[in-house]
């Protein structure tokens, strides 16, 4: 069974902190993906990151970064310097790396971050 | 526009009745998704298509529910016989084989349902 996790209902922060958003993940399957997502209050889910389950590497984009941890499964995410901009509902995804099987990608909960001025 | 276009963007209806909600894709996207999200929960996969032919059901979607997608292009997803439990944001999302292997889909607004 697949199941992602974010613990994490809600998060308030002031304008220019840094946040981490946690994401726990349970999978059998020893290939698969795991994403961020983006959801403003517009609704639409804007992509944001995918990892590749032998990538443990951590990547930063910009303001954003990512730490992938196999051992705890674990894949958070971190804003640095938040804006008010980053005020969304964030989800994080998973989904098996498939040859013509399942392509759901299973999702948490989300987490919802207000950055305040 | 070219992104991912859902109509209508907001239903109410009487407990019973049917819906249709239409998503348009990306143009040269070939592979369509829809998903529904309940209030404060993630998205969770209803079915997908590649091209017409329909690949995949979630066992959420009941007897009730039906997705087509015609001639490969635009998708409709329609409901008989509403129950209030079926309250909820429709999603839909594209994408070409390269992307979707990798999961990366692009999503439009949703089509919002109210059954009262």
């Known amino acids: 069974a697949q ?8 998060i308030s922060v002031v304008e220019k902190e840094d ?21 403003p209050p517009s609704g639409e889910l804007v992509f944001l990151i995918r990892r590749n389950s032998f990538d443990e590497q951590n990547e ?28 969304a509902v964030y989800f994080c995804a998973l989904r098996p790396e498939t040859q013509g099987g399942s392509e759901k990608l299973v999702f948490g909960k989300g987490t919802k971050l207000t950055v305040n001025p | ?23 348009d894709p990306i143009s040269e996207h070939n592979r369509l998704y829809w998903y529904r999200q309940t209030l404060g929960q993630g998205p969770e ?11 995949e059901k979630s066992r959420l979607l009941s007897d009730r529910f039906s997705a087509e997608r015609p001639k490969g292009s635009f998708s409709t997803l ?3 016989r509403t129950e209030q ?22 999503f439009g607004e949703g089509s919002r349902l109210t059954v009262l």
């Open chain 2, 45 to 55: 996969f209803l079915t997908y298509f590649q091209n017409e032919a329909q690949l």
């Open chain 2, 78 to 80: 329609e409901i008989q």
């Open chain 1, 19 to 39: 946040v981490t958003l946690d994401c726990v993940y349970e999978t059998r399957d020893t290939t698969y993906y795991l994403f961020w997502y983006k959801q």
């Open chain 1, 60 to 87: 930063i984009s910009g303001r954003y970064s990512w730490n992938f941890q196999k051992s705890t499964s674990s894949f958070n995410f971190t804003i640095t310097a938040s804006q008010v901009v980053d005020s």
């Open chain 2, 85 to 106: 439990g079926d309250s909820a944001m429709y999603l839909c999302a594209s994408s070409y084989p390269g992307l979707a292997a990798t999961g990366e889909l692009f």
């Open chain 2, 1 to 23: 526009d070219t992104g991912v276009s859902q109509d209508p963007r907001h239903k109410i209806t009487k407990r019973g009745q049917n819906v249709t909600f239409r998503c």
């Open chain 1, 3 to 10: 199941k992602v996790t974010q613990a994490q209902t809600e």
